[in-house]
């Protein structure tokens, strides 16, 4: 889902005598509450019941100041966050749904906007501001600078997420145009995470909230578009350089597991197929000859290179063990040399397998036209479907993916590749030997890179554009 980011801000243009309406054209009940914190005929060095006198030099009446600059604020954050909960509790009476239901979730909306536009714009009025102007501004207008203040609209994002089930929280997300925050055509995300109030404090909220978001979608199937929203979020509103966002310990999902067909399994489903459309003759010995569609290639399963067999169905899945967790396979002290050098081996008798069976247009995609509209989060596995897959463009490119980032993490400098134990002979130098073993490693791991590279972007029409997109770093 795209986020389109509006223009940056530019700040109120002021009027003739230098201030603005920025509070008086509010609507209520933010309007009382903006002017109470910020009164316009007030300094915060004068008591306004007049018993504080301001006194040129006096410590104790700037320490009074501020405190009531902080009690000012203290209060509108106290107001906004009451009346919000107030507006939260209204719409969890209405019926989902209703015309009532959706007059409540805009006018929930429309309050946290308004708190939004408003706090970005005062800032921005007050840092705009030079020596000659900053005097004809009220002299609370300085306030709107402290942490107390910048952090009022992510607060109210978190209490509204915090109080509402996730069924409506999806809702005020991203779903009513105009006024939902994080709308991909008409939000206001450049506004609520605004650099002139995205301070530090802001953004551990919004992870915050994103995350508590994310752990409320269990049902990943249903809420996956929500899920996918909140993440595009983090990346628009994040750098890459952000340290939450990288994988600082470089930890794998290790629970991320791929199940397959054990061998008896794989040969009764063979047995089955056979007699089913083969007729007793064939007893599911040998070729089957399941008709494919023209789609996929055409002739019959034979024909079209299929069964295959059982090594190459365990070879094929058997993989995505090495990609969820390398240091426990590929890596690991205990026969991770073997498990290497079996990995390579595996390798390259899929990307051979991939070589020697094009990738059919996506367009004409057996796999993706057949389930049209329906997003899977874990491969489909039944040895079935194998030689439809390896023609597939999708599951090509996804699997390539998976093999050019595991790559790319095998030749970086912090991993270490195994190797065998070697004997010390006279006239023999271990080092060398070893040496030349990480060589012939490396040399391996190249070679593999530019065939997956290569098949990447072979597929058509966009495997060159998802090449450069994705992996092309």
């Known amino acids: 889902m795209d986020v389109d980011m509006p223009d940056p801000l530019s700040p109120p243009a002021p009027s003739a005598n230098g201030n603005t309406d920025i509070l008086t054209s509010l609507s209520e009940p933010l309007r009382s509450y ?111 600078t402290a942490q107390i203040f910048l952090r009022i609209p992510m607060t109210l994002l978190s209490d509204m997420t915090a109080a509402l089930p996730i069924s409506t929280v999806q809702r005020l997300w991203s779903s009513v145009p105009n006024w939902s925050p994080f709308h991909p055509r008409s939000g206001y995300v450049s506004h609520l995470c605004h650099p002139s109030t995205f301070i530090p404090l802001n953004k551990m909220l919004l992870l915050r909230i994103c995350n508590h978001l994310l752990k409320c979608c269990s049902n990943r199937d249903v809420d996956a578009e929500f899920a996918g929203s909140v993440m595009t979020t983090l990346a628009h509103v994040f750098p890459l350089s952000e340290r939450s966002a990288m994988n600082v310990l470089g930890s794998f999902n290790v629970d991320n597991v791929t199940g397959w067909e054990g061998e008896e399994e794989f040969q009764r489903g063979r047995r089955l197929r056979g007699v089913a459309v083969a007729g007793e003759g064939s007893g599911g010995q040998g070729e089957e000859s399941m008709e494919v569609d023209d789609e996929s290639g055409g002739g ?94 999708e599951i090509r490119t996804q699997f390539l993916t998976q093999l050019i980032i595991l790559l790319a993490h095998l030749n970086s ?27 012939t490693q490396m040399n391996q791991l190249s070679e593999l890179e530019k065939r997956t590279q290569q098949l990447l972007k072979s597929i058509k029409p966009e495997g060159k554009v998802t090449y450069e997109q994705s992996v092309g770093y």
């Open 413 to 439: 400098p912090s991993v270490t590749l195994p190797t065998p134990p070697i004997s010390s002979t006279p006239g023999s130098n271990p080092s060398k030997l070893n040496a030349q073993l990480k060589q």
């Open 34 to 144: 903006a002017l109470t914190a910020f009164p316009p005929d007030i300094d915060d060095d004068n008591n306004s019941d007049g018993d504080m006198r301001r006194q040129e030099g006096s410590k104790d009446d700037d320490d009074k100041s501020k405190s009531i600059a902080s009690r000012r604020l203290d209060g509108l954050e106290i107001s906004l966050r009451s009346h919000a909960l107030h507006l939260v509790e209204e719409l969890m009476q209405q019926a989902d749904d209703s015309a009532e239901f959706h007059t409540a979730l805009e006018t929930l909306l429309h309050f946290l906007k308004d708190v939004t536009f408003f706090t970005v714009d005062l800032v921005q009025l007050v840092a705009a501001s030079n020596d000659n102007t900053r005097s004809k501004l009220p002299q609370s207008y300085s306030n709107a």
């Open 300 to 393: 019959t399963a034979a024909e079209v290179g299929n069964p295959m067999g059982y090594d190459f169905y365990s070879t094929f899945w058997g993989v995505q063990k090495v990609f969820t967790d390398p240091p426990g396979t590929i890596l690991s002290p205990n026969g991770g040399f073997e498990a290497f050098e079996n990995f390579i081996k595996h390798i390259k008798t899929i990307l051979a397998a991939f070589e020697s069976t094009p990738a059919i247009a996506s367009s004409t995609s057996k796999i993706a036209s057949s389930l049209e509209g329906v997003t899977h989060y874990k491969y489909l596995t039944s040895s079935q479907l194998l030689h439809l897959q390896l023609k597939d463009p």
